[in-house]
T-cell receptor, first 113, second 113 residues
Framework: GENVEQHPSTLSVQEGDSAVIKCTYS??????FPWYKQELGKGPQLIID?????GEKKDQRIAVTLNKTAKHFSLHITETQPEDSAVYFC????????????FGTGTKLQVIP | KAGVTQTPRYLIKTRGQQVTLSCSPI?????VSWYQQTPGQGLQFLFE???????NKGNFPGRFSGRQFSNSRSEMNVSTLELGDSALYLC????????????FGSGTRLTVV
């Protein structure tokens, strides 16, 4: 089955700096890659996603890049703010018939004011 | 519009008991997926229901079961509780199915003592 590795597990950055979280997946058939943000006491919230036919997608301060050859995708957050502090999860979706979802193990991001 | 509602928010049960958790999806969403979240294992997929039918199932023992009603509300049942079942149980609803455009609820925190 699919295996998703996510790094780093924790990340501390100064406010205003950039943060990068990377995920590697094993099944080349996966074709949809969402990112979720989970704040304390809440469920994960979808913040950005990318499909396998696209190399990069941006939404204001957040961007995701996908390298299908290397089978990895990354979340980039620029000009970080304290409210970006949360746990971030990546996922790889293997579609076709019944979709299978595999989540990464999460990255705890701390933005230091 | 209203989000995904999970009840109860917190639950304490004794080993050997059974428990039922409820999830009301976003209006119009026919897919409801359930996940177990623990610090050690991350987000683990339990099962997905679509239009009252279980469409996908993760690798959990038969003690974990679920169902979906005609109004798309879903319940998850765990019988013969074990200490290791202590976790945050999240449900996610979507229009299309597993992994696509998930909206998560805030979860039910189950503690087994």
């Amino acid at each position: 089955g699919e295996n998703v590795e996510q790094h780093p597990s924790t990340l501390s950055v100064q406010e205003g700096d950039s943060a990068v979280i990377k995920c590697t997946y094993s099944d080349s058939a996966s074709n949809y890659f969402p990112w979720y943000k989970q704040e304390l006491g809440k469920g994960p919230q979808l913040i950005i996603d990318i499909r396998s036919n696209v190399g990069e997608k941006k939404d204001q301060r957040i961007a995701v890049t996908l390298n299908k050859t290397a089978k990895h995708f990354s979340l980039h957050i620029t000009e970080t703010q304290p409210e970006d502090s949360a746990v971030y999860f990546c996922a790889a979706i293997l579609s076709g018939g019944y979709q299978k979802v595999t989540f990464g193990t999460g990255t705890k991001l701390q933005v230091i004011p | 519009k209203a989000g995904v509602t999970q009840t109860p928010r917190y639950l304490i049960k004794t080993r050997g008991q059974q428990v039922t958790l409820s999830c009301s999806p976003i209006s119009g969403h026919r897919s409801v997926s359930w996940y177990q979240q623990t610090p050690g294992q991350g987000l683990q997929f339990l099962f997905e229901y679509f239009s009252e039918t279980q469409r996908n199932k993760g690798n959990f023992p038969g003690r974990f079961s679920g169902r979906q009603f005609s109004n798309s509300r879903s319940e998850m049942n765990v019988s013969t509780l074990e200490l290791g079942d202590s976790a945050l149980y999240l449900c996610a609803s979507s229009t299309t199915g597993t992994g696509f455009g998930y909206t998560f609820g805030s979860g039910t925190r189950l503690t087994v003592v």
